[in-house]
């Protein structure tokens, strides 16, 4: 008998994935409440936009093994068109969809999941950033979108909140690891001049 819920105990009798490639970028995210990590490695195909593989690596208990499996199936293969930023709400959903409901003292265990997840899309555009060549700063790495396109479309929209954008540009709308400089930019006295 599993000291774990059903649908818990079930995804944990998964067997393990393949690793994923060297090109891969790696993000890890640690609680401190129990003292276990998670490290997330996302590989992603630059031409097509999707994401090739993705794995996890963990030390925790099983809840926060099985939020990292269900991670991993829920996003491998997707689109970063398709993310639509990754909230926490989405993704948290998603899990307790998947899993059931986590106990309070246990939903933690899926948020170090879900941070590791972020920190390794934000190292991934961190990586597409340094590669790029333009003449403007790369804001949005998922779909290319430069800081002086983001000016232009949000003095064309007149843009106050970073939804304003949606109909203009795809920016901030894969990984999210974009959002909060797209809202400095919404923000930015620059604009209002």
Same mark, same amino acid.
């Given at each position: 008998?599993?000291?774990? !819920? ?12 393949? !690793?994923?490639?060297d ?27 999707v ?24 996003l491998?293969?997707? +689109? ?13 959903a998603?899990?307790?969809s ?7 003292? $246990? ?10 997840? $972020? ?8 990586a ?8 403007? !700063?790369l ?33 901030g $709308?894969?990984?999210?690891?974009? $959002?909060?400089?797209? +809202?400095?930019?919404?923000?930015? !006295?620059?604009?209002?001049?």
């Open positions: 008998m599993s000291v774990y !819920p059903k649908k818990i105990a079930n995804k944990l009798s998964r067997k393990t994935a393949d !690793p994923v490639s090109e891969a970028v790696c993000g890890r995210a640690a609680s401190f409440i129990c003292g276990c990590f998670a490290e997330a490695c996302i590989a992603v195909d630059g031409d097509a936009q994401i090739e593989n993705i794995r996890f690596a963990t030390n925790g208990c099983g809840f926060m093994l099985a939020s990292s499996f269900v991670l991993e199936e829920m491998a293969g997707s +689109e970063l068109a398709a993310l639509k930023g990754l909230s926490d709400q989405h993704l948290v998603e899990l307790e998947e899993l059931g409901e986590f106990p309070d003292v $246990r939903k933690q265990c899926a948020l170090v999941a879900i941070e590791a997840l $972020r920190t390794a899309f934000g190292r991934l555009r961190k597409r950033a340094a590669e790029f060549a333009g003449d403007s !700063p804001v949005c790495s998922c779909f290319g979108v430069s800081e002086d396109d983001l000016l232009a479309a949000i003095k064309t929209t007149q843009a106050s909140r970073f939804g304003d954008l949606e109909t203009v540009t795809r920016a $709308r894969g990984c999210g690891a974009c $959002r909060m400089l797209i +809202e400095e930019l919404i923000d930015s !006295p620059k604009i209002q001049a």
